[in-house]
């Protein structure tokens, strides 16, 4: 029966099979013995990688369950520049609504997350750093564990990565890395490495900046600095490496690892509960394209990796979260688990861009059809030019590098001082362990402020337009420059939670951006920062004026404004199934199992219990490594 099974799916695994997704395969023979010792509910960027790891032990059979397909393919997927376009914003984006924003003027934002194999790396902008040592360290202290701290973590870091050490060209462009951060061995799966294209206004918006250069984004310390970001791309020929390319595409023809693309999973199946026992999942439930329902069975470990909205759907859908919002759903409740989807978390994205009479920018290629067929060649025949690479520096600031008057900041920090408890009774949904859990998240980085030793923001350099007006036709046809600006450390706090039975339905997301005073504050700086920054000298040499925010936005009320009226998502969901203690209103333990089930694991991004100062990416490779590392269980 194994031997069937296994046959029955190799015909849905990716492959150079035929493309017969549209009828995967019958079912009608199927038994209930396509049994697996692990089960991975989305083979994203921890999903796919945890499953890698796991299958390095012949012994062990492991089944993926994902959503999208192989998309590996693509030319908008694996050539660096075109990171964004075509399938990356339509098919390959779950594009999750929010409820509408009362704090961003009653907006509905988009939260784009990849639907593919890989997940988020797939579709995302390959910017490659490592936050803070003291969050990681942080999370460590938070779950009383020291295997969460960053000296026990690195190992991980670079176990996920083949790192390749910038050459001269590079280091010439600012390009900087310490050895000892880094490794480049048969062990490691994603490549990672730095652009070969160059735009000479990045370098000089570096200098035009005052923080200092950074030796490495990716050595715990980026808070303050400015630096090249590394890349999660193949240094050999220019293109992306997602987690497929690092985890998946060497290692598909292993027998005991069969993955399914194109299949929602709809929820877990569980052992009958009986009075004390403890809950155990026995298998998984999913839907093929053509509507019909399957199982597959579990012997050890369901590894729940769908994403921080993806996760606590299926958790929800299964019984497992807060019985109210359950039973308002039309779920019965099997296990009372009440922070299911709460401590919702996503960074927070804005902008500032000029005009610039640098002779080229990203922008060239859309405003000038020679450059772009040159530009095309050379990537296709060379692997140069400006599509090999998605070049981005990067700035992390701290609070004094935003706030210039110490006068204003303080009045800020005790302002938020005050309302500690206020606030994260607002955000705990009634809930007394996850007001304590939000408490101590606030203390913990109120610290890092007052010390003026982490970085509530990120301000990075685009060579090209980047802001509100995505449109390329509702803009002026002329050449930018700008600068994101990122809200890394926002003290509000949203949810998402299922609200019908239905697994096709799209969950109610609210990640009440802005509901923290503290957050426009800072990010309001940011922006203003951002514009300054475009002004400065050596920068002033190629500003050519203001697009946006815009001449008419000159008061900081203005400008407060603006942002309600044009911020965003900046993709970086988190926190929805926190590693935290029952006590604080975690969801997970620190073994990243869910408190009150023997056999179910959450691996990806949704387990972070606290926004960290950093894109995601690197540090969700990281939770996947260490958990499938000896001694994690
Ligand atoms: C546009 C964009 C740009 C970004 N830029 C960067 C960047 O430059 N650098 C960086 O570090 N980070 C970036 N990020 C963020 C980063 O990519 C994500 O935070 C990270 O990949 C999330 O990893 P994850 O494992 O938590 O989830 P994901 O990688 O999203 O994996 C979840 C997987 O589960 C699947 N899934 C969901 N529900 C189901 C279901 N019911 N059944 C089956 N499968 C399901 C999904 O299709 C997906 O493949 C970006 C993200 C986006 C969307
Ligand atoms: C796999 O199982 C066989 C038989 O039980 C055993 O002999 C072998 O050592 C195992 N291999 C690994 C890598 O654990
Ligand atoms: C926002 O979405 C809601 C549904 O959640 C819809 O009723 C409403 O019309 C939308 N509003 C806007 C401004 O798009
Ligand atoms: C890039 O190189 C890797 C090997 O390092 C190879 O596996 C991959 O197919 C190449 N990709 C393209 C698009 O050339
Ligand atoms: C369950 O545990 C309770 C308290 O420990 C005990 O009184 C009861 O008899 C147990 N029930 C079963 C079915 O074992
Ligand atoms: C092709 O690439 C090499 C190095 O990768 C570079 O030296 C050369 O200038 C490139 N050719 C063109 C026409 O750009
Ligand atoms: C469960 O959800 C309801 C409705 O959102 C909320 O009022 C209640 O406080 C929650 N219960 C717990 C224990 O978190
Ligand atoms: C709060 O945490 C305790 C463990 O410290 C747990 O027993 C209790 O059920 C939790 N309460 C809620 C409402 O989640």
Redesign the pocket.
């Known amino acids: 029966m194994q031997r069937l099974a296994r046959g029955l799916l190799f015909a849905l695994t990716l492959g150079p099979a035929p493309p017969a997704f549209s009828h995967p395969f019958s079912f009608e023979s199927r038994t209930l013995s396509a049994r697996y010792d692990y089960v991975v509910?989305?083979?994203?960027?921890?999903?796919i990688a945890v499953a890698s790891r796991l299958t390095e032990d012949s012994n062990v059979t492991v089944a993926v369950?994902?959503?999208?397909p192989n998309a590996e393919d693509l030319p908008e997927v694996f050539i660096p520049g075109l990171t964004?376009a075509a399938k990356?914003f339509s098919t390959l984006?779950?594009a999750y609504k929010t409820v509408p924003q009362e704090n961003f003027g009653g907006r509905n934002t988009s939260i784009?997350?990849?639907?593919?194999?890989?997940?988020?790396?797939i579709?995302?902008?390959?910017?490659?750093?490592r936050a803070e040592k003291k969050q990681y360290d942080g999370w460590g202290i938070l779950n009383d564990d020291p295997r969460w701290t960053w000296d026990a973590l690195l190992p991980y870091f670079k176990k996920s990565e083949v790192f390749t050490p910038p050459n001269d060209f590079q280091i010439e462009n600012d390009a900087s890395y310490m050895d000892e951060f880094h490794a480049s061995s048969a062990e490691g799966r994603v490549k990672v490495g730095f652009p070969n294209y160059f735009f000479p206004q990045s370098q000089l918006w570096a200098s035009a900046t005052d923080f200092e250069p950074s030796m490495d984004l990716a050595n715990g310390h980026p808070q303050g600095t400015v630096g090249v970001s590394p890349n999660?791309l193949d240094a050999r020929n220019n293109t992306r490496c997602s987690?497929v390319c690092g985890y998946y595409t060497p290692f598909r023809d292993r027998p005991n690892l069969d993955v399914m693309t194109d299949?929602?999973?709809?929820r877990i199946i569980w052992d009958p509960p009986s009075p004390n026992t403890t809950l155990r999942a026995v298998g998984v439930e999913?839907r093929s394209k053509d509507g019909q329902t399957h199982q597959v069975f579990v012997r050890k470990e369901v590894i729940l990796?769908?994403?921080?909205i993806?996760s606590p759907?299926?958790l929800e859908l299964s019984g497992v979260g807060n019985a109210t919002i359950l039973k308002a759903a039309g779920i019965n409740s099997i296990l009372e688990l009440p922070t299911v989807g709460e401590n919702f978390i996503d960074h927070v994205h804005s902008w500032a861009n000029s005009f610039t009479t640098a002779e080229y920018t990203r922008d060239s290629l859309k405003l000038d059809a020679d450059l772009d067929k040159q530009q095309q060649r050379l990537w296709y025949h060379n692997r140069t030019g400006m599509y090999s690479a998605a070049p981005r520096s990067l700035s992390l600031a701290l609070p004094s590098q935003l706030f210039e008057d110490d006068d204003e900041l303080n009045e800020v920090l005790e302002d938020t001082r005050r309302d500690v408890e206020y606030y994260a009774e607002l955000f705990s949904n009634g809930n007394k362990n996850l007001t304590r859990g939000i408490k101590w998240q606030y203390n913990f980085a109120l610290k890092g402020w007052e010390e003026d030793n982490s970085a509530p923001v990120e301000l990075n350099f685009e060579p090209g337009y980047a802001g509100p007006t995505k449109n390329f036709a509702d803009r002026p046809a002329r050449k930018f420059s700008s600068i994101n600006a990122v809200l890394l450390n926002p003290f509000s706090r949203g949810r998402t939670h299922i609200s019908s039975p239905n697994?096709t339905d799209m969950p109610v997301i609210d990640p009440a951006y802005y509901t923290h005073p503290l957050d426009v504050i800072t990010h309001v700086k940011a922006i203003q920062r951002a514009r300054e920054m475009l002004r400065m000298p050596p920068l002033d040499g190629i500003y050519d004026g203001e697009f946006e925010p815009g001449a008419d936005v000159d008061s900081e009320e203005a400008l407060t404004e603006w942002a309600v009226d044009t911020s965003g998502s900046d993709?970086?969901?988190?926190g929805s199934l926190a590693m935290m203690p029952e006590e604080f209103g975690g969801v997970v333990d620190s073994e990243l199992r869910v408190y009150g089930i023997e056999n179910v694991r959450v691996v990806?991004?949704?387990i972070i219990p606290f926004p960290i100062s950093?894109?995601?990416?690197?540090t969700?490779y990281m939770i996947a490594e260490r958990v499938c590392s000896p001694g994690a269980t």
Do not use: R
Request: charged share 5%.
């Open positions: 509910i989305g083979g994203g960027n921890a999903g369950i994902e959503a999208g964004g990356s984006n779950w784009a997350a990849g639907k593919a194999l890989g997940g988020g790396t579709i995302n902008s390959m910017i490659h750093p999660a987690a299949v929602l999973a709809t999913f990796s769908a994403g921080a993806g759907k299926i697994p993709n970086h969901i988190m990806d991004a949704s950093a894109h995601l990416s690197a969700v």
